[in-house]
Every structure is written in structure tokens, then in C-alpha cells.
């Protein structure tokens, strides 16, 4: 037999006994190549996807948080419950906390942890609630404290230009306003100093900071940020 028809034989012989062709280091550095693309053009995807979809649940438990709100005034002579403002003490990050009147009237989970009695959780805010805010009586490192002071646009319920500070339920444009801090909690938008009603502060998608928000007007209309 030639040496040319052994050759060929013996190639018969590999692909029958069914050994592996191997790739070559050229092969492997252009596969390792192409998944780091593909990789790179995938993340940014799946972490806009993930955030879109934390940001729907706040939007549902704001909403739940806002019938907790609505049924608490049915059952307490249209009034709601004070806002708590804690400073210059081991509190001080749980400003305007959810109300524990929410809890206690079992409209919300309760916990015992200071800072978290009513505990629904702000999602963007590990270990702090939803905020909380409306015009009207404060309390102040747990005591009385005169009235909270809301900062609500001039032409509310439309929430951009300027605005002024509300004290008294009465007077103001919105009745209560809860929100998050955003994906960004320690953002200058989150932490705007006209948040959570200037239309300024508020998150507008994804890979943005700002707040996100739910409020009702007088009425009883309720409004979310884009």
C-alpha cells in the first residue's frame, strides 16, 4: 500500500474513533474575545432590566402605602398621622420614616427596630422605610414639634417652577406625599433640598437619581413622577 493511502486510512481511522479535533491557541483567544464582547454589550442590558424592575415594585408598595394612608384618615376624622423628624441622634437617618400609626392600625408590617416600626423598606435605602411627609403636626426626636413644613410648587399639581413651604393641611395643594430615595439614595436629586415635589429631584429612568414618588392632592387624587 502508499504511503499516501496509509495517510488517508489512518485519517479515516481518527474521525471513526471519534477523538476531538483540538482548537488551536489562535481558535481559543478569538472565542475568549468574541463572549467578552458579547459580555460587555449584555451588562449595561441586564442592569437597566434589574433596576426597571425594583423600580416598579416601589411604585406598587408606594401605592399600597397610599391606601394605608386613605384608610388610616377614614378611620381617624380625615386626619393623618405625624411626621417624625429625627436629628442629632442616633435616628437622624430614619427622617420622616413611615408612620407606625400605619402599622399599629394594621395597614402595614410592624417591626420593633427604631427607625423601621412600620416596616416596609425602601428597597434603594437598606435598613431605612419609605419616606413620609405632610403638612401638618411633627414629631421631633419623639416629641411634639410644632408643624412639618412641605415645599410644594406654586402651581401644583403640576410640579414644576417654583413654590413655597405649607404648614397647615389646609392650605396646602397636597395632602401627603411617600416616596424612595431612588437607585441613588445619597444623590444631590435625591437629596434636593425641594424633594420630593420638585419635578427637579425626581428619578426619570434608568441609570438617573432622584426620587420616586406618590402624593394626593386635596381631593384625594393621587399622582406618581414619571
Request: proline share 8%; glycine share 8%.
Amino acid at each position: 500500500m502508499s504511503t499516501q493511502g496509509r495517510i488517508r486510512i489512518g485519517a479515516c481511522q481518527d474521525l471513526l474513533s471519534g477523538r476531538p479535533a483540538a482548537f488551536t491557541l489562535i481558535e481559543l483567544l478569538v472565542v475568549i474575545a468574541i463572549i467578552g464582547m458579547l459580555t460587555g454589550l449584555l451588562l449595561p442590558a441586564l442592569t437597566r432590566a434589574r433596576e426597571t424592575a425594583k423600580v416598579v415594585r416601589v411604585q406598587t408598595e408606594l401605592r399600597e402605602i397610599g391606601i394605608a394612608l386613605d384608610m388610616y384618615s377614614s378611620d381617624h376624622d380625615n386626619k393623618l398621622p405625624p411626621v417624625r423628624v429625627n436629628c442629632n441622634t442616633d435616628l437622624s437617618s430614619h427622617w420622616c420614616e413611615l408612620p407606625v400609626e400605619l402599622a399599629r392600625a394594621h395597614c402595614l408590617p410592624q417591626g420593633s427596630q427604631g427607625g423601621r416600626e412600620a416596616d416596609l423598606e425602601d428597597i434603594f435605602n437598606p435598613q431605612h422605610t419609605y419616606k413620609y411627609a405632610a403638612p401638618g403636626p411633627q414629631l421631633l426626636n419623639g416629641a411634639p414639634g410644632g408643624n412639618y413644613s412641605l415645599w410644594v410648587p406654586t402651581n401644583a399639581p403640576d410640579m414644576t417652577g417654583s413654590g413655597k413651604y405649607f404648614t397647615d393641611p389646609k392650605l396646602s395643594p397636597v395632602r401627603w406625599v411617600v416616596w424612595s430615595l431612588g437607585p441613588q439614595p445619597n444623590s444631590a436629586k435625591s437629596q434636593n433640598t425641594y424633594a420630593p415635589l420638585s419635578s427637579d429631584s425626581w428619578y426619570r429612568g434608568p441609570g438617573d437619581s432622584g426620587v420616586i414618588i406618590l402624593y394626593a392632592d386635596q381631593v384625594g387624587n393621587q399622582f406618581t413622577s414619571p
